[in-house]
């Protein structure tokens, strides 16, 4: 594991945009993992501004987003293809034939997961997938719980996280209960994972992901076991760590 804490949110954003653009740079036809949520919008504001300042290319790269809400159509407001469309894609060189976006209104979701994985194998597998960790050390919408080689799949959420979308949606019937994802297992097979944390809320989730055991408990854990997991994190989300990284040197805090 490398694990790069920098000040705040502001230089996490700007390191992710360095590795990402590096990667897109060096490897026009790359195959990306994005993520939602609040964490990566930094970092995609700046990969609009590479676009737009020195015209960085994504007319050659292949998507694939981690997950999407179950019942939700790809132009609903909360679900993750509006946020990947309107935070993203809209404003760069991207067409719809490139991307991948798990589909909440799949009707046969099995077979709709098992083409969602096969894809992924044809497209030679993901270069960098970029990943945020929930609270709960979930990665993707693999809550606690979750099988530590599971693979796209449809999941029931944690209460808390059904609960904690509830605010966004105006209509409470809308409010989602399952989500497709991609498994713990398919999100280990992607040749470097960049992983993003930010805050004061993350701080004991990035302690047991980086410090803590391996366990289904934990599903970020996972990271452990990955050739290439490559951490960014905020200085308060490394705050409950033991240890404290430079430059690649890991040692107790208190030494
Ligand atoms: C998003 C995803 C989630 C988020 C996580 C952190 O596609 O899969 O695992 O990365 O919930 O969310 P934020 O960044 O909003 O704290």
């Given amino acids: 594991m490398l694990v790069e804490v920098v000040d705040n949110y ?3 954003s700007d390191r992710a945009a360095e590795v990402v653009i590096q990667q897109i740079r060096e490897k026009p036809d790359s195959t990306l993992g994005f993520a939602t949520g609040g964490t990566p919008k930094g970092l995609y504001n700046r990969l609009i501004e590479a676009h737009e300042e020195s015209g960085l290319d994504f007319s ?3 998507t694939f987003n981690l997950d999407e809400y179950v019942g939700l159509p790809p132009e609903h407001e909360q679900s993750y293809a509006r946020y990947m469309w309107s935070n993203l894609f809209n404003h760069v060189n991207v067409t719809e034939s490139q991307v ?3 589909h909440g209104m799949a009707e046969d979701v ?15 597998g993901i270069d960098l997938q970029i990943l945020g960790v929930g609270a709960n ?4 919408f693999n809550e606690p719980g979750s099988s530590l080689g599971s693979r796209t ?16 949606f105006e209509d409470q019937d809308m409010v989602p209960e399952y989500a497709i994802t991609m ?8 040749d470097e994972v960049l992983l993003l944390a930010s805050g004061e809320r993350k701080a004991e989730a990035m302690k047991k992901t980086l410090e803590g055991h391996i366990t289904a408990m934990t599903p970020a854990s996972m990271v452990q076991m990955h050739r290439f997991a490559h951490i960014v994190i905020d200085e308060e989300a490394a705050s ?5 990284h430079h430059h690649g040197i890991v040692e107790p805090k208190d030494e």
């Avoid at 099995?110 to 030679?124: T, V």
């Avoid at 449809?154 to 966004?168: E, F, G, H, M, Q």
């Avoid at 409950?240 to 404290?244: G, N, P, S």
């Fill in 153 to 168: 799949r449809i999941k029931t959420l944690a209460s808390k996280t059904v609960k904690d979308n509830a605010r966004y």
């Fill in 10 to 12: 502001e230089t996490l």
């Fill in 240 to 244: 409950e760590l033991d240890y404290q």
């Fill in 110 to 124: 099995d077979s709709h997961c098992q083409w969602y994985e096969r894809r992924i194998e044809e497209a030679g």
């Fill in 100 to 102: 991948h976006i798990p």
């Fill in 60 to 62: 050659k790269l292949t």
């Fill in 137 to 140: 050390g979930h990665i993707a």
């Fill in 183 to 190: 498994g713990v297992g398919t999100i280990m097979e992607a």
